[in-house]
């Protein structure tokens, strides 16, 4: 009931959990958005060539562009959209909607029988993987023990380069002639997002609501009994947990937070927090973006590699990027946000310093400049991922969709939009030494966004959620 205050130790219970096969499920049924989205990204790069053949679509250069910017502008306002009914209507119902408008579109897509229904099946793709986003995030920050939160989440966001891998895999197969004729192959290629989409969503009904939500949206009642239920997974709870012996905290319930008070929360009350986010958000969306959605044109233009063997080279640029959230990611846990953050922001700038140096001067070839990115992303792409767990943790519960969604949308315009274009037009100077000015701007922003990191970044390490950011609805 809405203005009913309730005293509630739901959170410690939640917190106070082991890592168990419950928690395993939440990583696999709702961690899947990013690999959806890991395929969808490279899927559009590897088959743009086969979509402008006239026995495809027969699509322009112009044309996959406007595709490519649909599906962003389609993330982001899906972002925005999605992110305010996750706050106000849930997260499992949420989480249930984006994942299968994202699966009825990507399936149209490869359906799609001219320009017009291509763009706007890309569009209502992009939707629903910015629903996701915003939907997924809050409710692993939600369901996850405090101590193992950071873990998780940078594993989560990292398997997006699992989903690179498939969708480089998939290109190759699916466009070689010897296999099957390319002009089947790109449709079956967006299928492959479609047919995982599905198996998850079955997936996600064993999924809870979020108890964090349900306690503060007027269902106390609801929220304990989705809690006993998912201690009954570790079973005896009350030996596990220490029910007991948890904080108690009193929340005012509400049905909503107006938008005012959302805006307020951002802008004013955590406005230095909103500025660590923007920096981290903003810089490596650049970072990322500028390198990865050129890599292709880089290794055709500088290097003279035939465009279907760009695949390749794609598999273990994807390795590095997977293993770095796996290999670096407790250390976020244990020697804490602010190190962890800084130095991965910090190595990334400085490693693509030696990179951009090597590549002006000639000195690595395409194998080379592989490996290379491998290991500037190792790094990289611990720190990226840390910037996702930064602004889904760091703003009270009732926002945090809200939250989520904005620095996404900052992110995504920075990176999808004016780091390819920059770097395009780079590429098409044909001067190696303008590629690595640009170069050196990612470094730049990197480095920038470690010393905001060093600066003002919170230690929310090992702590819950409302003790890293208080809720709105909290009653002294």
Request: with cysteine; proline share 3%.
């Amino acid at each position: 009931m809405s203005g009913t205050v309730v005293e509630t130790d739901i959170p410690g219970r939640l917190d106070g959990l082991p890592f168990g096969r419950f928690h395993l499920l939440v990583i696999t049924a709702l961690g899947i958005t990013w690999i959806l989205d890991g395929l969808e990204v490279t899927l559009a790069g590897a088959l743009s060539g086969e979509l402008k053949d006239s026995a495809a679509l027969g699509l322009s250069n112009a044309q996959v562009g406007l595709a490519g910017s649909f599906y962003l502008g389609g993330a982001v306002l899906g972002a925005f959209f999605f992110g305010w009914l996750t706050d106000r209507l849930g997260r499992k119902r949420l989480f249930t909607i984006t994942l299968t408008v994202y699966l009825l579109a990507t399936a149209a897509t490869g359906l799609s029988w001219n320009v017009v229904s291509f763009v706007l099946f890309r569009f209502l793709t992009g939707a629903g993987i910015g629903g996701e986003y915003t939907a997924i995030n809050s409710t692993i920050q939600e369901l996850i023990p405090a101590r193992f939160r950071g873990w998780t989440d940078l594993l989560i966001n990292g398997s997006f380069w699992v989903g690179a891998a498939l969708g480089a895999g998939g290109s190759l197969v699916l466009l070689d002639p010897a296999v099957i004729n390319p002009a089947i192959g790109w449709r079956l290629a967006f299928l492959i997002g479609a047919t995982i989409g599905l198996v998850i969503l079955l997936m996600r009904f064993w999924i809870p609501e979020s108890p964090r939500w349900l306690i503060t949206h007027g269902f106390p009642q609801a929220a304990d009994a989705v809690v006993h239920g998912i201690e009954a997974h570790f079973g005896d709870a009350s030996a596990v947990t220490g029910a007991n012996d948890h904080c108690r905290v009193r929340l005012r319930m509400r049905s909503h937070t107006p938008l005012s008070e959302v805006a307020r929360a951002l802008f004013v009350t955590y406005r230095r927090r909103t500025l660590v986010g923007l920096s981290l958000m903003g810089a490596q969306a650049f970072f990322y973006n500028a390198i990865f959605f050129t890599y292709a044109l880089i290794l055709t233009d500088f290097y003279n590699t035939p465009a279907d063997q760009v695949g390749w080279y794609i598999l273990p640029f994807a390795a590095g990027n997977v293993l770095g959230p796996i290999l670096l990611g407790r250390l976020f846990d244990t020697l804490g946000r602010r190190v962890m953050i800084a130095s991965t922001y910090a190595l990334s700038g400085i490693l693509l310093l030696v990179t951009a140096d090597l590549f002006d001067r000639n000195m690595l070839s395409a194998q080379t400049l592989t490996i290379a990115w491998m290991v500037v992303f190792f790094f990289a792409s611990a720190a990226a991922s840390s910037a996702y767990l930064t602004v889904s943790e760091i703003f009270p519960l009732e926002i945090r969709a809200l939250a989520i969604a904005f620095f996404y949308a900052i992110g995504t315009g920075i990176g999808g939009i004016a780091g390819p274009l920059l770097f395009g037009v780079l590429i098409n100077s044909g001067s190696r030494g303008s590629v690595a000015a640009g170069y050196l701007i990612g470094a730049a922003l990197m480095i920038g966004a470690a010393a905001v990191q060093a600066a003002w970044g919170v230690a929310a390490e090992r702590k819950s959620l409302e003790s890293v950011a208080r809720p709105l609805a909290l009653v002294e």
